[in-house]
């Protein structure tokens, strides 16, 4: 394997929470007016006032969600996601697909079908190329990472600015004075299975944890914190109930004795799709934008992607029904896709030819048809079991808890409504949500005709709720869940 460039090693990015959470709202500045939120996360001991500090937070992870992490090529020596050429971001060409989409031939499971690629840093930002100039972008809109590093501490602004003022003056981590917070940023392969990816996350949660054992922590003071966004939830919620262990060969639950919650506090949830996403199952069966900025995406390379088949709604959540009985479509179920071409096993000339690109060595479109769907199998398998065992109910041990945070301000795609003989989308249902996850996923509820006047029901044992106006990529530059979210990691008991 080759050496990782030094410029793609440990960057300074990688430390941005101890006041990555702070910053925006809490960086100390002389102003006439001084936020309420400012005021009471100072440091009570720094003085004269001028030299004010916010105060210190021990160590805190962070995992991003779908497409959050850089990925490097071992073979090529260049970055293939996280730096791009301008005006040919994601075009899709021939070697641009083979390079992101998962080899889906050359093994007999899911863990021995690799490539090249390795996460090597979570993508605070991103560099695009244009011309002979290179610019350094947020690169993941609305995320903890961008946008909680310098608007509010612009010593200009009189009043609290808002989630849109603090989108649009984030800026480069580049742009920032080097800081010393403790933020562990959790780099991993989103298009995998997120069980593998276990391993990485521990890692960062042991290094973190030895710190504040060295810093004198002791008991459940000395676990760590972690937030999480997004796809992270998965891999977070399965770490936390089964540590580093792989899924049964046999398609069982893994032991349940929660081995990860030993080294953590608190874990926060920010737009987490518990109960899956219908975002994720549009995109496998008719490929399209990843993210608003992003060109469309080819079925079969986002259906290379097993992360996307785990976030598919729950089986039984009644999330994608027939429109001719209102009868739920078993999207776990291989047929269903076979009878309905779905995703990988569209069988049209456009979809053959990048079959074709990303399977070279089979030379008949049959054989590809057959390799696409024994993939397709494998990870439709993969996601059930996973699924399975985390909508196992159960509560963590004393010592941890789980607090999320959802918004049910936006319209969001709750229902797929199927064309039984086409199987085409005829119609999306819209619920209260965060526009990418619904407001009952982030809950994890059950409910499939809830009473409001009635608990609900969910496989996860919150310890507190918290609900944000915020859309999914940019819920965290809502004041209010960030004045939350600093009360979680700062004061609460």
């Known amino acids: ?96 697909q083979r390079r992101l989409a998962l080899p889906m031939t050359g093994g007999d499971t899911l863990v021995e079908m690799r490539d090249a690629l390795e996460p090597i840093e979570p993508m605070h930002n991103a560099v695009i190329e244009l011309g002979s100039k290179e610019i350094t972008v947020n690169a993941y809109p609305g995320l903890i990472h961008g946008l909680l590093i310098g ?67 002791t008991g459940d003071s000395a676990k760590v914190d972690i937030v999480t966004h997004s796809l992270g939830a998965l891999l977070v919620r399965y770490y936390l109930r089964y540590g580093t262990q792989a899924l049964p060969e046999d398609g069982s639950a893994p032991v349940l004795d929660w081995r990860g919650a030993e080294k953590v506090r608190r874990a926060i949830f920010l737009g987490p799709p518990i109960s899956g996403s219908l975002d994720s199952f549009k995109l496998l069966i008719e490929g399209g ?72 060595d089979l030379r008949s479109r049959e054989a590809r048809y057959q390799a696409a769907r024994r993939y397709l199998e494998m990870c439709l398998k993969q996601a059930l079991q996973l699924r399975t065992a985390l909508n196992i109910p159960s509560s963590p041990p004393p010592g941890t808890s789980m607090h999320v945070f959802a918004s049910n301000a936006w319209d969001t795609e709750g229902i797929a409504v199927i064309e039984p003989t086409s199987g085409k989308i005829v119609e999306m249902v819209k619920v209260p949500g965060d ?15 809830p009473d409001p006047t009635q608990a609900i029901e969910s496989p996860v044992d919150w310890a507190t709720v918290h609900f944000t106006s915020g859309e999914h990529f940019g819920m965290v530059a809502d004041p209010t869940l960030i004045n939350n979210l600093l009360y979680l990691l700062l004061q609460a008991p």
């Not at 805190?60 to 992490?69: A, E, K, P, R, Y």
């Not at 580049?174 to 990485?200: H, I, K, L």
């Not at 526009?435 to 005709?449: C, E, F, P, Q």
């Open 1 to 96: 394997m080759k050496k990782l460039p030094d410029h793609w090693r440990a960057p300074v990015s990688m430390r941005l929470l101890s006041l990555a959470l702070l910053t925006a709202l809490l960086t100390s500045c002389v102003v006439a007016k001084r936020d309420p939120v400012t005021e009471i996360y100072i440091n009570p001991e720094s003085k004269p006032e001028s030299q004010s500090k916010p105060a210190t937070i021990p160590p805190v992870v962070i995992t991003s969600g779908f497409l959050g992490s850089k990925l490097f090529d071992h073979d090529s020596g260049e970055v293939a996601w996280g730096h791009f050429l301008g005006g040919q971001q994601l075009v899709f060409r021939d070697d641009v």
């Open 151 to 217: 608007a509010a501490s612009d010593s200009s602004l009189e009043e609290e600015p808002s989630a849109a003022d603090l989108r649009k003056w984030a800026r480069s981590i580049e742009d920032e004075p080097q800081m010393s917070d403790p933020v562990r940023g959790v780099a991993f392969d989103w298009r995998r299975d997120v069980t593998e990816e276990t391993p990485r996350l521990a890692k960062v949660i042991d290094r973190a944890y030895q710190e504040k054992l060295d810093q004198g922590y």
């Open 289 to 360: 934008r990843p993210h608003p900025v992003m060109p469309k995406t080819p079925v079969q390379v986002s259906g290379s992607w097993v992360s996307l088949y785990q976030l598919m709604p729950d089986r039984n959540s009644n999330s994608v029904r027939s429109s001719e009985d209102g009868t739920e479509i078993d999207v776990y179920d291989i047929e269903t896709w076979e009878k309905f071409g779905w995703g990988l096993l569209n069988r049209s000339h456009d979809s053959q030819q990048v079959l074709e690109n990303l399977m070279p």
């Open 435 to 449: 526009g990418r996850v619904t407001r009952s996923s982030a809950l994890g509820d059950r409910r499939l005709d």
